[in-house]
């Protein structure tokens, strides 16, 4: 693989993933990198990038913005499985694992920027670049972590506080408040597993206790309810 390619796409993640986040700049990597395939996407809000089953071609780098991975049965019926707001690489899983196509839907809750990577570009790249191997780790190292943190609160909380993990995960990488949850009650149902009925109780319960609010039919958190979620959900 070329030196210089590889050093651009070296310096442009590690930008993306900093502790300080993009903060813009490295024009002639950014350069390079797209006369090799790679591209900049700013996306609305509500925007898929990522569509399941579709062909895995491109690995997809979150640099700002918000971002949901959704989940779909044969019925039809969805689940969010995950709700980053920090940079987060979409399709590597597929690319590691040898997935033709993806496994999920990715798309943007709030106005995004992305960086599109062709994936043979993403894969030679990690043959030889330790960095860039590391970097990658540390990614899927994260995502299985927030995995594996769900699964373990929803198998040992009651469903009323599943329901406020739930909004505690769907909040905590916000930067921007007060935040909309954009599934539906049904949807979100379905993903705790909880009778429709049984989750308008407990909304009602989290409500009463300053933990979430309705504005305009929409479950709302503002960034005091956010910190309070957090506190609650850290005594559990």
Known sequence: MDKYLLDCLDKVLAGIFSPAGWSGGAERELAELTDHGCALHELESGTPFIQCDFPARTVWVLMRG?????????????????????PQMFGLMEQISGYLAYTATVETTRPSLLLSIPAPLMMDALEVSVPL???????????????????????????????????????????QFPLVIRITRREMAEQLHLHLRSLYRYLDDLKLDGLCSVVHGHITITREQADLLAAYCQGL
């Open 66 to 86: 918000g971002t949901q991975v959704i989940c779909y049965n044969r019925r039809g019926s969805c689940s969010v499985q995950d709700a980053p707001e920090k």
């Open 133 to 175: 191997l590391r970097l990658a780790l540390t990614d899927l190292c994260a995502l299985a972590e927030r995995a594996m943190n769900r699964t373990e609160y929803q198998a040992l909380h009651r469903p009323r506080d599943n329901l406020a993990i739930f909004l505690h995960y769907s909040c905590r990488e916000a930067k």
